[in-house]
T-cell receptor, first 115, second 120 residues
């Protein structure tokens, strides 16, 4: 079974631009979560989608948004990029999102650099 | 609010020596507990998790962890380090109260990570 895939793997943008990152979950998984990883803040939860609905949200500004499609693929968008948005963005998928029974499988991440 | 503290941002051991990575959590109720490993330029891989039952949990690659409620700890150990164990390790918690649709699903709270160096 194919793992979680994220595209693109690397991205360079300039301040003020917007960016869209894509995540394809493992086949059959309906929950997709997004995390931001930076050296200073570590791994922080952005949001989780299940059946095309945002079910949980972390403490990030409204510039960070996401969506999920009917095939469970998910995208996240960051508008008006800031230097501090430079990070590794990780996507994780699980069957239903319940932590006791499900395991979150992580993709390799998208490395975003904002200049 | 839940939180996770990993003691020691860098741990160095010799090949063949015991590996001990420390993790303490703060939670109003015992949470679900996880250890993940991250190799350079890769995503996170689950090593093991504790949900209920036996407090000593065995994971992949010879790692194990013990849930100690009285100490609010979930330390990761491996009897004999291998060069291939060099990586960054993350302890994480998830709300035990999280059920489908509760609003806490799909959220892991991570510690700051511990980089394990294995010396030949």
């Amino acid at each position: 079974k194919a793992g979680v895939t994220q595209t693109p793997r690397y991205l360079i943008k300039t301040r003020g631009q917007q960016v869209t990152l894509s995540c394809s979950p493992i086949s059959g998984h309906r929950s997709v979560s997004w995390y931001q990883q930076t050296p200073g803040q570590g791994l922080q939860f952005l949001f989780e989608y299940f059946s095309e609905t945002q079910r949980n949200k972390g403490n990030f500004p409204g510039r960070f948004s996401g969506r999920q499609f009917s095939n469970s693929r998910s995208e996240m968008n960051v508008s008006t990029l800031e230097l501090g948005d430079s990070a590794l963005y990780l996507c994780a998928s699980s069957l239903l999102g319940g932590p006791s029974t499900d395991t979150q499988y992580f993709g390799p991440g998208t490395r975003l650099t904002v200049l | 609010a839940q939180s996770v503290t990993q003691l020691g941002s860098h741990v160095s051991v010799s090949e063949g020596a015991l590996v001990l990575l420390r993790c303490n959590y703060s939670s109003s109720v015992p949470p679900y507990l996880f250890w993940y490993v991250q190799y350079p330029n890769q995503g996170l891989q689950l090593l093991l998790k504790y949900t209920t039952g036996a407090t000593l949990v065995k994971g992949i690659n010879g790692f194990e962890a013990e849930f100690k409620k009285s100490e609010t700890s979930f330390h990761l150990t491996k009897p004999s380090a291998h060069m291939s164990d060099a990586a960054e390790y993350f302890c994480a918690v998830s709300d035990r109260g999280a059920v489908y649709g509760s609003g806490n699903t799909g959220k892991l709270i991570f510690g700051q990570g511990t980089t394990l160096q294995v010396k030949p």
